[in-house]
């Protein structure tokens, strides 16, 4: 049986701790992926509608 003194415990930890922050981090960026694009999607979508309704005004102007 190992004895506990030949468990280099404080490495243990340390090693958990730097790899729970690595996946971390990777939970971080893939979060701040898909915020930016969904924020340039919503964007994207509100320039169409402007320039849609943009069109639709110079057409009605046209007549008079």
Same mark, same amino acid.
């Given at each position: 049986?190992? @004895?506990? $003194? !030949?468990?280099?415990? +404080? $490495? &243990?930890?340390? *090693?958990?701790?730097?790899?729970? /922050?690595?996946?971390?981090? &990777?939970?971080?960026?893939?979060?701040?992926?898909?915020? /930016?694009?969904?924020?340039?999607?919503?964007?994207? *979508? @509100?320039?169409? +509608?402007?320039? $849609?309704?943009?069109?639709?005004? @110079? *057409? !009605?102007?046209? /007549?008079?």
């Amino acid at each position: 049986m190992i @004895k506990l $003194s !030949e468990i280099d415990l +404080g $490495s &243990a930890l340390l *090693s958990t701790f730097i790899l729970i /922050g690595f996946i971390a981090t &990777a939970f971080v960026f893939i979060r701040l992926t898909i915020i /930016g694009i969904n924020y340039i999607k919503i964007n994207y *979508s @509100k320039e169409e +509608g402007e320039e $849609s309704e943009k069109k639709e005004i @110079k *057409s !009605e102007n046209k /007549g008079f």
